[in-house]
């Protein structure tokens, strides 16, 4: 696997849909696929409940289209749970993944669970254009985890909330760090 999509744990579940481990020979398509993501030829990537959509332009645009189940309420339960007990701060990092995983929880969906389309002409499945939407979808979780969950059927205000920025100005310099 490349180092340069699927650096978190969340991306890399993902990543696995396109290069996966148990394969004898690496898929031929998969230089093309990076090369895609890596040069932003994947756009209007949309990921929303169950749900991702991208339009891929290699030498025409082809939509993709690939649906995943979403969790069901005992599930989203456990998730919740597993999320309550984090620390609150908005970042899902590595031991987040890893929580969820041990409680049984699959991030990325099965191949056989999910169903994928794209409006190309390629018999081969799956296609570059799919390829290249795992890859940069692999990414946009590696920046942001919280999309594998919502994906799932987490709304976001299951999800621990985001860090919001301070402007400058508002801080008090001389107490920040404590009374001097």
Not at 20 to 42: E, G, H, K, Y
Not at 78 to 88: F, G
Request: neutral net charge; aromatic residues 4%; contains cysteine.
């Amino acid at each position: 696997m490349s180092d340069e999509f699927g650096t978190t744990a969340w991306g890399r579940d993902w990543l696995r849909l396109a290069e996966p481990t148990s394969i004898i020979r690496p898929d031929p398509a998969l230089p093309r696929a990076r090369s895609l993501a890596r040069n932003d030829r994947v756009h209007d990537l949309d990921a929303t409940t169950g749900l991702i959509e991208a339009t891929v332009r290699d030498r025409s645009r082809h939509r993709v289209r690939i649906t995943v189940p979403i969790w069901d309420e005992p599930l989203l339960a456990k998730a919740r749970t597993v999320l309550a007990d984090q620390p609150v701060g908005g970042d899902l990092n590595d031991s987040v993944h890893t929580a969820l995983k041990q409680a049984g929880l699959t991030l990325a969906p099965d191949p056989a669970t999910r169903t994928a389309t794209c409006d190309c002409t390629s018999r081969k499945d799956p296609c570059v254009h799919l390829l290249a939407t795992y890859v940069e979808f692999a990414r946009r979780l590696d920046e942001r985890p919280r999309l594998a969950l919502v994906l799932r059927g987490l709304t976001t205000s299951d999800t621990p909330g985001e860090i919001t920025r301070i402007p400058l100005g508002l801080v008090e310099v001389a107490t920040f760090y404590g009374t001097p």
